[in-house]
């Protein structure tokens, strides 16, 4: 089946600017997980879903930052007033269950987020 | 709080050896503990995971890890590389499945001809 998807695979945008990314989990995936990953650096978490739900959010860096998954399946990752330092990968993920079922998750291609 | 440590930026092995990529961990109770390789331009694959049980875990593509509770140490091998193993693997751990995974800075392995 298809795995894990994300639009657009590169962004690049400008200081201050908005942007949304995308991410479309494997199907029948309840938990969907944001990481950011900088040059060099493993993936780092950003926001988890359990269905519609956000069940952690303590990694999201700062207030410009926010993930919404409302129907429980495709998820934006938004970020208002865009800085430099925001220019990473970011990479989405998602499992059959939470955490605490230990079920591996599975990643997208990422998204590039290139700010000017 | 728990952390991933990949001692090594970069190994070197020529193919048809046996190779070992490091990974310590720090966590508070037990560890579930995972590797993912990624290649460029493409997403992190699931190799292999330990969450209880046998110390040794199989995986894909031939790797095998090994859990050293004492070490704190989850090193991942393989014994004969090949060319195609090129790519950077990353360790990572989760606290008994209730926290959400954290990742090592990652290890590039070059697999020479």
């Known amino acids: 089946g298809a795995g894990v998807s994300q639009t657009p695979s590169n962004k690049v945008t400008e200081k201050g600017k908005y942007v949304e990314l995308r991410c479309d989990p494997i199907?029948?995936?309840?938990?969907l997980y944001w990481y950011r990953q900088s040059l060099g650096q493993g993936p780092e978490f950003l926001i988890y879903?359990?269905?519609?739900?956000?069940?952690?959010d303590s990694g999201l860096p700062n207030d410009r930052f926010f993930a919404v998954r409302p129907e429980g399946s495709v998820s934006t990752l938004k970020i208002q007033r865009t800085e430099r330092g925001d220019s990473a990968v970011y990479l989405c993920?998602?499992?059959?269950?939470?955490?605490?079922?230990?079920?591996?998750?599975?990643f997208g291609p990422g998204t590039r987020l290139t700010v000017l | 709080a728990q952390s991933v440590a990949q001692p090594e930026d970069q190994v070197k092995v020529a193919e048809g050896n046996p190779l070992t990529v490091k990974c310590t961990y720090s966590?508070?109770?037990?560890?579930?503990l995972f590797w993912y390789v990624q290649y460029p331009n493409r997403g992190l694959q699931f190799l292999l995971k330990?969450?209880?049980?046998?110390?040794l875990v199989k995986g894909s593509y031939g790797f095998e890890a090994e859990f050293n509770k004492s070490q704190t140490s989850f090193h991942l091998k393989k014994p004969s590389a090949l060319v195609s193993d090129s790519a950077l693997y990353f360790c990572?751990?989760?606290?008994?499945?209730?926290?959400?995974?954290?990742f090592g800075k990652g290890t590039m392995l070059l697999v020479s001809p």
């Open positions: 966590v508070s109770g037990n560890p579930y």
């Open positions: 879903f359990q269905g519609t739900g956000a069940a952690d």
């Open positions: 993920a998602s499992s059959l269950r939470g955490p605490s079922s230990y079920n591996e998750q599975f």
């Open positions: 199907s029948g995936h309840t938990a």
């Open positions: 990572a751990v989760s606290a008994s499945g209730y926290s959400t995974l954290t």
């Open positions: 330990y969450i209880t049980g046998d110390n």
